[in-house]
């Protein structure tokens, strides 16, 4: 391990915030995947709480 990283992985304060970056960026990669998920599914099988462009047809005007 080259020293710049071996002295900062060596630093307590460091190594205790390291697990909260971890589950951090864990979030931040599942939300981008929902937002895939919201973007690319079937108009059909989205929820009525995203942000689809039509409204869902319980709600449309006879």
Same mark, same amino acid.
């Given at each position: 391990?080259? %020293?710049? /990283? +071996? !002295? *900062?992985?060596? /630093? @307590?304060?460091? @190594? @205790? =915030?390291?697990?909260?970056?971890? =589950? !951090? /960026? =864990? %979030? %931040?990669?599942?939300s981008f995947v929902?937002? *895939?998920a919201l973007a &690319? %599914? $079937?108009?059909?099988? +989205?929820?009525? &709480?995203s942000a689809s462009? !039509?409204? $869902?047809? !319980?709600?449309?005007? @006879?």
């Amino acid at each position: 391990m080259p %020293g710049n /990283d +071996r !002295s *900062l992985f060596a /630093d @307590r304060t460091f @190594r @205790r =915030l390291m697990p909260a970056f971890a =589950l !951090s /960026d =864990l %979030g %931040g990669g599942m939300s981008f995947v929902a937002w *895939l998920a919201l973007a &690319w %599914g $079937p108009r059909a099988v +989205r929820a009525p &709480w995203s942000a689809s462009p !039509s409204p $869902p047809t !319980s709600c449309q005007a @006879r």
